[in-house]
């Protein structure tokens, strides 16, 4: 398994793998909107024997009246239907979360299974009283703090990338 920086030419089978693993091609489509759109962005790839099985996406995102805080969004994700369950997923994480610590993110919040995101840090955001734009359940949207304290103190509602409300 390779974790690296998404290059220009994986773009195509980029696409593909999020068409493939969710019901509408609408987080591929997102995917090359923050590409276009967002800075800073991190977006890895999983790689098995040369061939791309696995893709992340980490995006900026904004808290309501904090207008210096640097932090990041997770979306979307998407492993090959076939090569889930094999660690591609969680290498991704992984790597994605350490490219923003290195990018200067104190934190970085997600939407997704509460069952999966915790093994990474992630607890439920209103642990830092931070709330999320979209009317979600409250154990679905979860934060890490990268900087240990990053996010003491703060309230707020989280608000994503405008590309986001196509999805």
């Known amino acids: 398994m390779l974790i690296r920086a998404e290059e220009e030419n994986d773009r195509a089978t980029v696409y593909a793998l ?16 923050l ?8 977006s890895l790839v999983a790689e098995d024997n040369g061939t791309v099985v696995g893709h992340i996406l980490f995006s900026p995102v ?15 994700m998407a492993v090959a239907p076939q090569r889930q369950r094999q660690g591609f997923g969680s290498a991704l994480v992984r790597a994605g979360l350490d490219q923003c610590k290195q990018l ?6 997600v939407l997704g299974h509460p069952d999966y995101y915790p093994r990474f840090g992630f607890v439920p955001s209103t642990h830092f009283n931070i709330g999320c734009e979209y009317d979600v359940p409250e154990e679905a949207f979860m934060a890490v703090e990268l900087q240990l304290g990053y996010l003491r103190g ?13 999805v």
């Open 18 to 33: 999020h068409a493939s693993a969710f019901a509408t091609a609408a987080e591929a489509d997102l995917v090359n909107a």
């Open 35 to 42: 590409r276009e759109q967002a800075r800073p962005l991190v």
């Open 62 to 76: 904004s808290l309501s009246g904090r207008s210096g805080l640097s932090l990041m969004g997770l979306a979307p």
């Open 104 to 109: 200067g993110a104190g934190a970085v919040v």
């Open 154 to 166: 703060m309230s707020g509602t989280v608000k994503y990338h405008p590309a986001f409300s196509s």
